[in-house]
Structures are given as structure tokens and as C-alpha cells.
Nanobody, 115 residues
Framework: QVQHVESGGGWVHHGGSLRLSCTTS????????VGWYRQAPGTQLELVAT???????NYADSVKSRFTISRDNAQATVDLQMNSLKPEDTAVYYC?????????WGQGTQVTVSS
């Protein structure tokens, strides 16, 4: 019911950086928990990072200290800054915005990290 989109994916060499952005409706965003997920070929969807309405963050162990999730409620955006990228980070990345009223997923953006 609520559409949002991801952007910022692309190709980088190992050790490089990318910044993913998710934009959605401002209505309800300030009370939403936002998560970035990823799915590599042949794998299940994996939680990467989440951020609550209060700004509390959680990260998968595999990305902790390399990735940073942040949000801007005024712009209804959530970003994922990805540094020191590894080939293992190659996946389609999805933004999820969830409240009691909706649970919305974006179309995904491809991140490819070469060796």
C-alpha cells in the first residue's frame, strides 16, 4: 500500500564505499522502524541493519563497524552508508518501513563488490 524506493546501488571494487538511500511517505515515517535487508543469490533474505523511531540501531555482525544506518524524518529517508565493502556484501538490498499500519518494501537495489 505504501511505496518507497531504494537508490545508490552499483558496482565497486573491494574496499570501496556506497551509500544507499530509501525514500518513502512522510506520513507515519517518524514512528516507523526501518530496516535494510539483503539477499544474495541462493540465500535467504538477511537483516543488515535497523533503526527505530528513537534512533536506536542494530547491525548484523557481518557488517558492524563497516555499515551505518541513519534516518531523516523530515525528508522521510533512511540511508545505509557502506564502507570497506567486501565481495561477500554483494546482494540485492531492500528497505523495509514498518509501523502498526503498514509494512512496506522497496524494489531493491543491486550492490556488486568485485574482488
Amino acid at each position: 500500500q505504501v511505496q518507497h524506493v531504494e537508490s545508490g546501488g552499483g558496482w565497486v571494487h573491494h574496499g570501496g564505499s556506497l551509500r544507499l538511500s530509501c525514500t518513502t511517505s512522510r506520513i507515519g515515517f517518524s514512528i516507523a522502524t526501518v530496516g535494510w535487508y539483503r539477499q544474495a543469490p541462493g540465500t535467504q533474505l538477511e537483516l543488515v541493519a535497523t533503526i527505530t523511531y528513537g534512533g536506536s540501531t542494530n547491525y548484523a555482525d557481518s557488517v558492524k563497524s563497516r555499515f551505518t544506518i541513519s534516518r531523516d524524518n523530515a525528508q522521510a529517508t533512511v540511508d545505509l552508508q557502506m564502507n570497506s565493502l567486501k565481495p561477500e556484501d554483494t546482494a540485492v538490498y531492500y528497505c523495509n518501513v514498518k509501523t502498526n499500519s503498514y509494512n512496506a518494501w522497496g524494489q531493491g537495489t543491486q550492490v556488486t563488490v568485485s574482488s
